[in-house]
Every structure is written in C-alpha cells, then in structure tokens.
C-alpha cells in the first residue's frame, strides 16, 4: 500500500538520467481521470525497453550519440542517458492519455464536485478545452481547521464483512519490522503534533493513516502525548506528504521490512 501517485500529466518529472530511467507509477502515469494505471505503467517499460534495446543495438555502450564520456580515477567510461525514452513517449498513445485527462483533478478541486464533475465531462466527451488548469496549492494545506468545522464524522463501527477496522487491515498486509530499531517515522519537532496539530486541526494523523499508526494518548496526569507506532507502518507515506505542519519525514527503515503481499 502507498499513497496513489495522481498528479497525471501535469505533474510528469524529466524520465531520463545519466545511468537509469523512471517508468511506471515510479514516474506517476497514473490516469487519475479513471484511477487506472496498470496498462499505462506497462507501456512505459515497453518504451523504455525498446530505447534501451535499440541504444544497444546501435553500439550505444561504446560511445554512440546518447553516451555522455567522463574519467573517473584515471578510467574512461560512459554514462548513458536514455533520451529515446523521452522521444518515444511523446509520440505513443501514453502520452495523449495522460494529456486528455490532465485536466481532471485540478478541475475538481477548483471548482468542486459539481462543477468540476460538468467541466470535466465537457472536456473529457464534448470537446477539448484549449488550457490547463494547474493545482498551485499543496495537499497538505488544504486541510481545514477546527474551527471551520461544525461536526465531527461518525462512523459505524466494522461489521467484519464488507467493512473492516485498520489494525485487522494491517495484519493482512503482513507487515512486519525488525524490533527495537529507530523509528523510520521521523518528527522535526516532537511538541508540535499535541501543541499545533491537536488544538488547530484535531491532529489528522489519527485518522488519514490507514494503519493506525499515530494515536493521541493521555497520561496520568491527563496531558496529551503523541504515540508513533511505527511497527504498524505499511510504507503508503501519506503522512509525509499530509501531514499539515510538514512534521513528519518517512525514511527507509534499518531493518527493512513492511508489508508483505504475497498473493499479488
């Protein structure tokens, strides 16, 4: 499990560097518009199998076009940039996908689910609009405070059949770390989840981690204090980017470790 990469088109980084390339969700092809990115993923690794297969049939590893010589210690070698890669994704259906739908996330938060819905299937079914729209505002800021709320959201409670409670989840992901290692959730500043996060947004990482892995506890003395249980973690990194206060930083952790799908 991991946080959908659904920037699209927009959001699409350089795919090339010197010695390797980006392809799959890795590079975010994920057709947000239909939540799919299986086939997307799978043509890019053609693409980007094919300008490799083609580089080497050319005699690219021997100081063709794409190849870049550098010394290193006294020693000639070549540090290949797979430009290819890039050329063949603007001219494959992948990219004209992408592009059609870049509209559509970007449409739905400006504008809602209604509107953006209608301009979406305006753009999308009638005819295309000649712009892009753009998301200038990061997701970990659009969260809204608690003042701004008037309710709190009650949820029924798992019935063990078509609805199931996180931590029940989390044991089917087989996750599993190493223990006593450092925690691979790091915080910038501990005070602030119970001094900034609590009081201002209810602290979100109760509920925006799918594993249950922040909680709020109270002491003895009936302070707050902010529990990581790190051991849950199914490595989505939602909190990394969600969080509001940018507080929260995921590293690999020492011991390996996390879910395991074997089934997949």
Known sequence: ARAVTKGG?????????PGGSLIGDDA?????AKIKGS????KSGMLCGEAVFEAIKAGVEKGGDLAVARVTEGEDFFVKELTAYTDKFNNSWLKEELYSARNFGPAMHKFGQW?????????????KVPFTLHDLVPDFKTLKTVDAVNFKPNYPKPDGKLTFDRLSSVFVSNTVHEENQPAHLKLTDA????????PKWDEPAQRYCPAGV?????????????????A???????CDIKDPSQN???????GAGGPNYPNM
């Open 115 to 127: 509107m953006g819905g209608a301009f979406n299937f305006i753009d999308q079914n009638v005819f």
């Open 214 to 230: 922040y909680e709020i506890m109270e002491n003895d003395d009936g302070s707050k204090r902010f529990q990581i249980n790190a």
């Open 191 to 198: 005070s602030i989840p119970v001094n900034v996060n609590l």
């Open 232 to 238: 849950n973690c199914v490595h989505c990194k939602t």
């Open 39 to 42: 086939h997307t993923a799978m």
């Open 28 to 32: 975010g092809f994920l057709n947000f």
């Open 9 to 17: 088109f927009n959001s699409l980084p350089k795919f090339t560097f």
């Open 248 to 254: 929260i930083t995921w590293v690999t952790p020492e």
